[in-house]
């Protein structure tokens, strides 16, 4: 059995009741690591703690909605002056999804609650501990983005331009903390078997229950990779210092195609939905 090799370092990640971010909190946990696991779900964030201690891997959990600007204040206040000096990684996984139809279809109010959690989630988490990475010099900052933070397709313009933006913050840190202590990695997921689509917010004047099964359908054909799985790749990418982590087979090949075809991928892209799902 492997040598822990997370002791005495503090992971906090955001969306930990399920998913990636749930198995994120457990094999963090399993490799030394002091979890603490947050998400507004707390039914699901008990349950990551249950199995976790059951299978000896003891994780604290908070409560915390990342859309909450003094949510995430007073966290940061409670959780740093506890942190002893331990070494912080902060992955930024919380995200929601949005089926809205076309831009055109799509409320402001809506597009704006996503870059909210999205974007603006993952903004917020890392400022309000910037300033712990900063003091010691050291530390690693891991922001979820997606293939959708690669390529921009149709009907998915809240979701694509948040996850764009997740990976420009993340980019441009790695630029201004080039000759730090502190580490940063960008994540981009392709279909990682998870609700994401299932918990997506409906535009209900435009977005039908059935379109939104359709979708579902889709999309569960489409997500080859376990949660599992992906979170082993973001941890191995931790502890390897990767600064960018492309994750799947049809995100690998996305990513291939948008730096082959920068322009081009978007009707590459346009006619494959056409001809699997007969439309874009």
Not at 145 to 162: A, E, H, K, Q, R
Not at 223 to 231: D, E
Request: hydrophobic residues 45%.
């Amino acid at each position: 059995m492997p040598m822990p090799s997370f002791t005495d370092t503090v992971f906090i990640i955001t969306g930990a009741a399920s998913g990636i971010g749930q198995e994120l909190a457990w094999q963090a946990a399993r490799k030394g690591a002091h979890v603490i696991a947050t998400d507004r779900n707390g039914a699901g964030l008990l349950e990551t703690v249950r199995l976790g201690a059951a299978a000896g891997m003891p994780i604290h959990s908070e409560l915390l909605d990342i859309a909450d600007p003094d949510a995430i204040t007073r966290f940061a206040a409670r959780v740093i002056p506890v942190m002893n000096n331990r070494k912080l990684v902060l992955i930024n996984n919380a995200g929601t999804a949005l089926s809205s139809g076309t831009f055109h279809d799509t409320g402001l109010a809506d597009f704006e609650q996503l870059i909210n959690i999205n974007l603006l989630g993952t903004i917020r988490m890392t400022k309000a501990f910037y300033p712990y990475f900063v003091s010691s010099n050291r530390g690693h900052i891991v922001n979820l983005s997606s293939v959708f933070g690669l390529v921009g397709v149709s009907l998915n313009v809240p979701y694509c331009t948040s996850k764009f933006g997740v990976r420009g913050f993340t980019e441009s840190l790695r630029m201004e903390l080039k000759e730090t202590g502190i580490r940063t990695t960008c994540v981009h997921p392709g279909g990682v078997k998870t609700n994401i689509v299932r918990n997506a917010v409906l535009n209900r004047g435009v977005v039908t229950v059935s379109m939104h099964q359709k979708s579902i359908q889709q999309f569960d054909k489409q997500a080859f990779t376990t949660a599992a799985s992906a979170a082993a790749q973001i941890l191995k990418a931790v502890e390897r210092n990767k600064s960018r982590l492309v994750i799947g087979m049809d995100g690998k090949a996305l990513d291939l195609l948008s730096r082959i075809l920068p322009v081009s991928y978007t009707r590459i892209i346009r006619k494959i939905a056409m001809k699997t799902f007969g439309a874009d």
